[in-house]
């Protein structure tokens, strides 16, 4: 008998569309991992409604996350793509972990302290955020979690969460660690902040060849170039770093010579930036335009995902409340008689 694949979990915020930031730094590693581990990967609308939201338009944002999923790579039959608030055992966890996870950790997380202080009012689930994290991964026992390097943190206080835990209720959950790919922070089109959905720098997956286009045009390069003839330096411009997720050795050598020398202009180096995203990304949008033809399948997709999501967080939440002292109905009558 084989032994069973080590478990993976990971998840993506259904806030708006998958962008470069999210694919390189994290989906595209899913889509490579999906054969050596046993994944889930989990569409967090728990975790999005921590920001300001829609209701109307979070079952579209859902479908349409789920879709993209697919269309980056992720088979349906080779791992467990679910939608978080369909597996309720994830809030009844956090829960759980609420009562182990110290205030002053959470308090210390940089994207907390990001998020809070682009917010007028905090509220408590901004601040909790990472220990629903921390159920997430822990109920399935994942031993992994591919993110990117803005996620780190929070992957170390869930190690931290099941330590504390496991002191206190007897060892169960792994200690997982983090997997970060060779992009571990794609900078967002205003070269300041990470590409997030929350900010609005994105560039999309799904974008159109003339919507990439509009977007890298006005998107922030080297300031101290300011004329053609100055000569820019690509180590402080984000279209070259663009340039090395998306060209080829040839065009990106092309790019750094040429903004060093003043031999191009930032809007020759732009197009052919824009002109190689549009290719990258090409595969994904048509797998995505054929399964907006299919929309049974991506429901089905979620459909089964949560099934047996369900099966496997189920059983974990039934060991905890069993350690917990927390019985229900005829197990207090045994717990009693015991
Ligand atoms: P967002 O910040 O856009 O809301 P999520 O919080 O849903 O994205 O993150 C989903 C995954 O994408 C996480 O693993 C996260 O680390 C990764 N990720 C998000 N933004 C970036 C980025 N700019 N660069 C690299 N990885 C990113």
Not at 59 to 70: E, N, S, Y
Request: net charge negative; proline share 5%; hydrophobic share 40%.
């Amino acid at each position: 008998m084989t032994a069973p694949k080590p478990r993976i979990f990971s998840g993506i915020q259904p806030s708006g569309e998958l962008h470069i930031g999210n694919y390189l730094g994290a989906v595209k590693q899913w889509v490579a991992l999906q054969d050596q581990y046993e994944c889930f990967f989990c569409i967090v609308d728990l975790h999005a409604i921590t920001q300001p939201f829609e209701p109307a338009e979070m079952p579209m944002q859902i479908f349409d996350m789920a879709l993209t999923l697919v269309a980056a790579g992720l088979d349906p039959e080779r791992c467990t793509i679910f939608v978080q608030s369909n597996v309720p055992e994830h809030s009844e966890l956090a829960w759980v972990f609420n009562t182990v996870t110290p205030l002053g950790e959470l308090e210390r997380m940089t994207q907390y302290k990001d998020k809070a202080a682009r917010q007028e009012s905090v509220l408590a689930g901004l601040l909790n955020y990472p220990v629903l994290q921390a159920a997430d991964i822990l109920l399935y026992h994942a031993v992994a979690v591919p993110v990117g390097e803005d996620q780190v943190q929070h992957v170390e206080l869930t190690r931290e969460i099941a330590r504390k835990w496991n002191s206190r209720f007897g060892e169960y959950f792994p200690e997982p660690q983090a997997i970060v790919g060779k992009v571990r922070r794609v900078l967002g089109l205003d070269g300041q902040a990470k590409m997030s959905k929350s900010i609005g720098n994105t560039i999309g997956v799904l974008e159109t060849a003339d919507e990439i286009w509009e977007k890298i045009r006005v998107a922030l390069t080297d300031p101290a170039r300011k004329r053609r003839s100055d000569p820019g330096n690509p180590n402080v411009c984000n279209i070259f770093s663009l340039h090395r997720h998306f060209s080829s050795e040839d065009d990106v050598a092309w790019a750094e010579q040429g903004c060093r020398s003043a031999g191009i202009g930032c809007i020759e180096c732009k197009r052919r930036l824009a002109e190689n995203i549009v290719e990258a990304l090409r595969p994904i949008r048509e797998r995505a335009l054929a399964l907006k033809e299919q929309p049974d399948y991506v429901v089905e997709v979620l459909r089964s995902g949560a099934e047996r999501a369900h099966s496997v967080a189920a059983q974990t939440m039934t060991e905890v409340r069993r350690r917990m002292g927390l019985r229900r109905g005829a197990e207090l009558a045994e717990a009693e008689a015991e």
